[in-house]
């Protein structure tokens, strides 16, 4: 249980901090939904992006 609260509470800090959600700017129940929406998305896409994509090997590990 603390896990998942753990999980999704760091989601919830994302949004805020790096999508910078602590404002919604549109007015209104659609408004908000629609704003919220959007920015799950981005965190959704960046995340998958992420694991999409494999690991790129580190500038120290490249031979000259």
């Given at each position: 249980?603390?896990?998942?609260?753990?999980?999704?509470?760091?989601?919830?800090?994302?949004?805020?901090?790096?999508?910078?959600?602590?404002?919604?700017?549109?007015?209104?129940?659609?408004?908000a939904?629609d704003?919220?929406?959007?920015?799950?998305?981005a965190?959704?896409?960046?995340?998958?992006?992420?694991?999409?994509?494999?690991?790129?090997?580190?500038?120290?590990?490249?031979?000259?």
């Open positions: 249980s603390m896990k998942d609260r753990k999980k999704v509470e760091m989601l919830f800090a994302h949004l805020k901090r790096i999508l910078r959600l602590d404002k919604l700017r549109l007015r209104g129940f659609s408004g939904r704003e919220f929406l959007l920015a799950a998305t965190q959704n896409l960046r995340r998958m992006a992420k694991w999409l994509m494999p690991m790129a090997p580190k500038a120290t590990e490249v031979p000259a």
